[in-house]
């Protein structure tokens, strides 16, 4: 997607952000942002940048209009009561979640007894999210269970996947099956490789499966990151970057070049959307996203 902490971030940050908007919506904080001259508006580049909702502390309407403001065209990671306040600011929904679960990552289509579920949620909000005018949802392989392999994992995960596949592609939707280290952040997850989750695209073999690779938490399992992506890219719907170590900034402070990164995605002719999600350390985090953006921007 650093710490547990970080965790808690992806899967409760939204909650609690949702109550920061709405007990600082109306107080100065918001009047003061907007009564700041809005930066010049940077040209995007080759590649359509979004933002990771819960990097953010700042209510979802002024989080909009800053990040419109940079020249972003998304934000990312979103639950499906605050879609229309993102296209009503005239960007997009890079990512939806089905489901508010705090087990959301750890419970995945690598385990057959969460398959119900699972596509109970998808077969609700995939036809929403198609009214909405989304394009990507996102979905997880699970965490390893006791006296399931790897192999059958595999194939579980191929199972439950292909039967939700028609009709995301029947909706336009790109389900993304996201890649996350299980070194760090995510113990025990099953999804903690390229090669697993090519496997079980390859299995599905559906345009409107991909996977999230998530770049941050595939270099800290396995690295080569340029390599895996050119090699991998007609698997993938979907980037996530963070600074590594640390998921801070993805500038000169941490040990991947970014730009390079984004020029390489951009001349494999990537469509998709590129999704920043990382923690910034500066004083003023704007500063931090606006700086992604430039990065990026190839």
């Given at each position: 997607m650093t710490t547990k902490s970080t965790d808690i971030g992806r899967r409760h940050a939204i909650g609690r952000l949702a109550s920061t908007a709405a007990a600082f919506g109306a107080l100065p904080l918001l009047?003061?942002?907007?009564?700041?001259?809005?930066p010049a508006k940077a040209s995007p580049g080759r590649l359509k940048q979004s933002l990771s909702r819960w990097t953010s502390k700042a209510p979802l309407p002024e989080l909009c209009k800053r990040l419109k403001a940079i020249g972003f065209a998304g934000v990312d990671l979103l639950y499906a009561d605050e879609w229309s306040v993102v296209t009503d600011h005239g960007l997009?929904?890079?990512m939806g979640y089905?489901?508010?679960?705090?087990d959301f990552i750890a419970m995945g289509f690598n385990d057959p007894a969460n398959h119900a579920t699972l596509l109970k949620e998808l077969e609700t909000t995939i036809p929403l999210a198609k009214k909405a005018g989304l394009t990507n949802m996102i979905t997880m392989f699970?965490?390893?269970?006791?006296?399931?392999?790897e192999r059958q994992a595999l194939d579980n995960c191929v199972a439950g996947l292909s039967k939700i596949a028609p009709l995301a592609a029947e909706n336009g939707i790109t389900l993304c099956v996201e890649l996350l280290n299980s070194k760090v952040d995510h113990h025990g997850y099953q999804g903690d490789s390229t090669a697993f989750g090519v496997a079980v695209m390859k299995g599905v073999n559906s345009p409107h499966v991909k996977l999230l690779?998530?770049?941050?938490?595939m270099q800290i399992m396995e690295g080569d990151v340029i390599r895996t992506i050119r090699d991998n890219l007609a698997w993938i719907g979907h980037f996530h970057t963070g600074g590594v170590p640390g998921r801070h900034e993805i500038n000169?402070?941490?040990?991947?070049?970014?730009?390079?990164?984004a020029k390489a995605i951009a001349d494999l002719g990537f469509q998709g959307y590129i999704a920043h999600e990382f923690m910034p350390e500066r004083t003023d985090p704007f500063a931090s996203f606006a700086e992604a953006f430039k990065i990026c921007t190839v």
């Open positions: 009047a003061s942002a907007e009564s700041r001259p809005a997009a929904v890079t089905p489901s508010r679960r705090d699970g965490n390893r269970k006791d006296g399931i392999d690779y998530d770049i941050y938490h000169g402070s941490q040990e991947l070049n970014y730009h390079a990164i």
